[in-house]
RNA sequence: GGAGAGAUGGCCGAGUAGGUCGAAGGCGGUCGCCUGCUAAGCGAUUAUACGGGCUAAAACUCGUAUCAAGGGUUCGAAUCCCUUUCUCUCCGCCA
């Protein structure tokens, strides 16, 4: 959520930021609400001023033993009209607040101008794509082949785009999440968080998935709960309503949970394999920083999420999204993209974002220093990463002639040191 | 699921026969004094949001709101009533 302030004495910056990310929301509506509402709160105000003031005096009479029959009847009427234009005024803030919602956050001044995915910038590669000796099978076919991925009876069992792992296959997943978590708390220095699965409308607005984007979601009948999306959900909202310390800045977390996406509007997108379930799983990353640290940290945590690839030798690169392609919610987006034989192409597998204060000043995270007033943190988070796309990416650059696939060497000590799947 | 207790400021904790309570006291924080240094001590100060005024912007100032959330009673509610949420205790059930 941009700051209402901001908004009403930077109209001008809003709209061009609104026009670069080809968002189609118009700001004047918003800036009449805005108006309409300041001046019914100030009437409003001062009637209740009244009302205080007399109120008092009533009690100081009584006390004195002395009747005020006219008073009484007078702040009657009074307290009446309050009640009205309170109810005008909550009409107006709730429709300000809605359309403040529904503002997406503006791109940083580093970030690229462009239409679409189509005007990312690459900013670095890491890794030759390998060369095969062979035909180069997609990850569906090398998994059902070695049975250790079933798309069909998770189909049966619950629906498309629903899987079950199966022997090495699940064993592997788990390998990839625990190599992840210990990287990232034992050599980048998050602090591990197992958050819940679910979580409440307040927190889907907090990040930002509500109220845009409710039918990207899961919701469980007859409950305000939601299936989360990602970690991020539960992670960031960790500090919901809270005043953190600045001596603790920045809060690192890293966390894993099993991610529930809709994927409304992606029929007939990547329709076989790993790359798009409904049920994945990702170890996610998640910073709480000082505002003047945040573009330096999502560098760090950028490269965080990088060293895993590189230390599982998967061939990547980084791209920086363009205002067409960001996110709602962020100021600044780097995704890393691994390579995917199948594809022939490199394919998002993480997203590294700098949401600088849009989701503390909806989660309404701050931060005190010292005396002063405080402030809002800002928020990042990344994929470090998505695990069903790791061990996607695994399958294929790992595979060999016949069919097996070693095991990259980090990995075989979390799969009691076998080397290959066979 | 049943019965009961509770939710107050950064934290702890007073305050309920409605009236000057944004809220005693303590802790913590900040500033000053004191002390050879540290500790201790003394004094002062210390909520947030929004709107208006004044500003380049602040500071400042005026006002409004906030004692879990929402509604009600009343001239007036932290205090009374209703609903919801959460926490704790006991019982039941359960991985």
Redesign the pocket.
């Known amino acids: 959520m941009l700051?209402?302030?901001f908004v009403?004495n930077n109209p001008d910056v809003v709209k061009d930021a609104l026009k670069k990310r080809n968002a189609n929301i118009s700001l004047e509506p918003f800036l009449k609400l805005?108006e309409q509402?300041?001046q019914k709160?100030?009437e409003?105000?001062?009637l209740?001023?009244?009302?205080?003031?007399?109120?008092?005096e009533?009690?100081?009479l009584?006390?004195a033993g002395r009747l005020?029959e006219d008073?009484?009847?007078e702040?009657?009427e009074?307290?009446a009209a309050?009640?009205d234009m309170?109810d005008e005024i909550?009409l107006l803030e709730q429709k300000i607040q809605l359309t403040l919602l529904e503002i997406p956050n503006l791109p940083d001044q580093s970030v690229p101008v462009g239409l679409d995915e189509n005007d990312n910038v690459e900013v670095r590669r890491w890794g030759e794509p390998r060369q095969f000796g062979f035909e180069p099978k997609p990850h569906w076919d090398i998994g059902e082949a070695l049975d250790i991925i079933d798309f069909e009876r998770g189909s049966k069992v619950t629906g498309a785009r629903f899987t079950f792992y199966k022997g090495a296959g699940a064993a592997l997943e788990r390998a990839v999440i625990n190599f992840m978590l210990d990287t990232h708390t034992r050599e980048h220095g998050y602090v591990e968080v197992l958050p819940p699965f679910m979580v409440n409308s307040n927190s889907m607005i907090g990040t930002g998935q509500l109220p845009k984007f409710a039918e990207d979601m899961f919701k469980i009948e007859n409950t305000d709960y939601y299936l989360i999306p990602t970690a991020e959900v539960p992670v960031t909202n960790l500090y919901h309503g809270e005043?953190l310390e600045a001596e603790n800045l920045p809060i690192y977390h890293c966390a894993y949970s099993a991610c529930f996406r809709a994927e409304a509007g992606a029929a007939g997108r990547d329709t076989r394999g790993l790359i798009r379930q409904h049920q994945f799983n990702k170890v996610e990353l998640v910073k709480f920083t000082r505002p003047e640290e945040s573009y330096k940290e999502l560098e760090k945590l950028t490269a965080n999420a990088e060293k895993i690839l590189q230390l599982l030798g998967l061939p990547y690169r980084v791209v920086t999204l363009s205002t067409g392609d960001l996110g709602f919610s962020s100021a600044k987006t780097y995704d890393i993209e691994v390579w995917l034989p199948s594809y022939n192409a490199y394919k998002e597998i993480s997203s590294c974002s700098n949401f600088v204060d849009f989701q503390a000043r909806r989660a309404n995270i701050?931060f005190?220093e010292?005396?002063?007033?405080?402030r809002f943190v800002h928020t990042l988070n990344g994929s470090g990463l998505a695990v069903g796309r790791t061990v996607a990416a695994i399958l294929e650059n790992y595979q060999t002639e016949n069919g097996t696939v070693k095991i990259p060497e980090p990995l075989q000590p979390y799969m009691g040191g076998k080397t290959e799947i066979n």
């Open positions: 700051d209402l302030k009403r805005d509402w300041r709160l100030a409003a105000e001062k209740k001023n009244k009302r205080n003031v007399v109120s008092e009533i009690g100081r009584k006390k005020a008073l009484v009847l702040m009657r009074v307290s309050i009640k309170d909550r005043i701050r005190r010292g005396k002063s007033k405080p």
